[in-house]
């Protein structure tokens, strides 16, 4: 297992930028493939970005392609999520989350695919 701590949300305006952070601790980082993902109130949790083991590979939500950056850092166990052009309906906690890496399985979008999770860090993005 791995233990893992979000940091970085806040409040910040329509347009603004956030970087969200995720440190590991416990069994080695580069075991696992990194996902975001999110939940508004009332709404499901869902899939932001994920980020292979090494960091070659990379998908996001169509929701925030070209305004969301997802990147790693295996030296220093940090998964961390670039949030520009921030939208009122970015608005939710931000989980990171980690999915044991396995012979020909990729990064998954789904939740259930990842074993370990964070405990949240709230994003509000005011118009």
């Known amino acids: 297992q791995v233990q893992l701590v979000e940091s970085g949300g806040g409040l910040v305006q329509a347009g603004g930028s956030l970087r969200l952070s995720c440190v590991s601790s416990g069994r080695t980082f580069s075991l696992y493939h990194m996902g975001w993902f999110r939940q508004a109130p009332g709404k499901e949790r869902e899939f932001v970005a994920t980020?292979?083991?090494?960091?070659?590979?990379?998908d996001y939500a169509d929701s925030v392609k070209g305004r969301f950056t997802v990147s790693r850092d295996n030296a220093a166990n940090t998964l961390y999520l670039q949030m520009n052009s921030l939208k009122p309906e970015d608005t939710a906690v931000y989980f990171c989350?980690?999915?044991?890496?396995?012979?020909?399985?990729?990064?998954?979008?789904?939740?259930?695919?990842?074993?370990?999770w964070g405990q949240g860090t709230q994003v509000t993005v005011s118009s």
């Open positions: 980020i292979s083991w090494s960091g070659g590979s990379t």
């Open positions: 989350a980690a999915q044991a890496r396995r012979l020909g399985v990729v990064p998954s979008r789904v939740r259930d695919e990842y074993g370990s």
